[in-house]
């Protein structure tokens, strides 16, 4: 099948291998003239900002260390339980559910509050997305305590509190149970909510048989699958390359008469790209340009990391000028699909050197960055080079995190790099970083396929070290 072809840019545009960025523009905000809103729209308007305005203020003030209580009673007669709502959601952004928790038993002391079904989906939701399966099993106990009667909302919650559980074998077959009792109770019918959560939960599991029958359900339902249906299922399939299955779902979908939008381009884009399948991933690029929606920088940082994974540097450039030549501006993730590819291909100049323009353009740099660039250090055997990048980001006010030192301790353990894993392990106790089992487990996994390549010959050298602490790291 034919390729894309990009228009040759002009010479001012982006000349590789030397890549030079255009400043970064600020858009100013568009002024349009509308008509006059209703006067209910206004006071519905001004009392959401007033609601978001507070739930603000308390966010500032709980995250400055204020006691969660004292902030609470301090505003006690303005909040109300939409505020509560709108907290739940920040705190469970921030991994704070045990102050979720609090908010919802300061919430229950004040004489405003009734037992309601939606604050009880939200909590069993954040606790469900921070593996809190048992606090969210205990809240659904404890809101049939209070009267309320379970609802299809409080079930999707529930089953999504499982999902998100590692055993995640375990975690179908609650989530099929609680499905079925679904449709046998009033109140609780299954809607398309919750037949999308079970379809992409079985497609990311491969049970391609389990996703046919909750199709044919769904089909003999009262319900209509949507977008998000046929996008979730085929996003799980294209996540796990099952091209098969999800070019299946996606005929479904042309046969149910549901338009493809951005999302279902970009993760059939994203999906023939991670399997190489070029041809592909370029027919439905050309199909996207084509359609009444238009590419995103997601669409173009997929096929630039994709080729880049494939060492298809010129491809890789070639997309990235088609990016610029139609007006988008590169994100961090365009930067950092750039940098990772041009260290797959082996070509750490052309790393280095844009990360150094990044650096000399005054830009804010994401860790996440630094780490792209740690990356193509290591994996071109430069750890020296690595070691000093690492030496001087603070001074370029970047800052490590636990992704960096996990990053470099897998690099420096495989190479067998005695003396760099030292330095390294006396910064981590500078910086009070403490590795959780799983940083070692990952550590261990690293050094038995180094030490099964170097064999006996480094017996005494000093090698075993880092193993030994990994392990008696394990063991504490």
């Not at 319900?223 to 091209?243: E, L």
């Not at 008469?257 to 790209?273: A, E, R």
């Amino acid at each position: 099948m034919s390729s894309i072809s990009f228009s040759t840019p002009s010479s001012s545009y982006y000349p590789f291998p030397k890549i030079h960025y255009p400043p970064y523009i600020t858009i100013p905000t568009r002024i349009s003239c509308v008509s006059n809103p209703t006067r209910i729209n206004r006071k519905q308007t001004t009392d959401q900002s007033e609601t978001q305005e507070l739930v603000r203020l308390l966010t500032r003030k709980i995250s400055d260390k204020e006691p969660l209580l004292k902030t609470l009673n301090k505003y006690v007669k303005l909040v109300r339980t939409e505020h509560c709502f709108l907290l739940f959601e920040e705190l469970g952004k921030h991994d704070k559910w045990l102050q979720c928790l609090e908010v919802f038993r300061w919430m229950q002391r004040q004489r405003w509050y009734i037992a309601d079904n939606g604050v009880y989906s939200k909590l069993i939701s954040v606790m469900g997305k921070k593996g809190q399966i048992r606090l969210a099993m205990w809240l659904f106990s404890e809101m049939r305590n209070t009267g309320c009667r379970p609802d299809t909302s409080v079930y999707n919650s529930l089953i999504s509190a499982h999902l998100h559980s590692r055993d995640k074998s375990k975690a179908l077959v609650k989530a099929l149970g609680y499905f079925e009792k679904m449709k046998t109770t009033e109140r609780c019918k299954p809607n398309i909510v919750t037949y999308n959560i079970l379809l992409r939960a079985f497609a990311q599991a491969r049970d391609v048989n389990q996703v046919n029958y909750l199709f044919k359900d769904l089909d003999e339902s009262s319900v209509s699958p949507d977008i998000y249906t046929f996008n979730g299922v085929m996003d799980g399939y294209g996540k796990n390359g099952m091209i098969r299955e999800m070019e299946s779902v996606l005929v479904r979908m042309k046969s149910n008469q549901v338009k493809l939008d951005l999302i279902t381009y970009n993760l059939l884009i994203d999906s023939y790209g991670k399997k190489q399948q070029f041809d592909k991933m370029e027919q439905v690029f050309k199909s996207l340009s084509r359609s009444k929606e238009k590419p995103t920088l997601p669409t173009f940082n997929s096929m630039i990391l994709n080729y880049g994974k494939a060492r298809l540097k010129d491809k890789a450039e070639n997309v990235f000028q088609n990016m610029t030549d139609m007006g988008y501006t590169p994100s961090f993730v365009t930067h950092e699909s750039l940098i990772h590819m041009y260290g797959l291909c082996g070509c750490v100049s052309n790393a280095v050197e844009l990360f150094d323009q990044l650096i000399e353009s005054k830009v804010p740099i994401k860790v996440s960055t630094l780490n792209a660039m740690l990356d193509v250090y290591c994996i071109n055997g430069l750890q020296q080079e690595a070691d000093s990048l690492f030496t001087r980001a603070k001074s370029i006010k970047i800052f490590p995190d636990a992704t960096t030192y996990k990053l470099l301790y897998k690099a420096y353990t495989k190479a067998n790099s005695k003396e760099l894993l030292d330095k390294l392990l006396k910064q981590m106790d500078k910086d009070s970083v403490i590795p959780n089992k799983r940083f070692f487990l990952d550590a261990l996994g690293a050094i038995g396929s180094s030490t099964e390549k170097s064999g006996s010959a480094n017996a005494g050298t000093g090698s075993s070290r880092p193993q030994k602490f990994v392990k008696t790291q394990l063991e504490t």
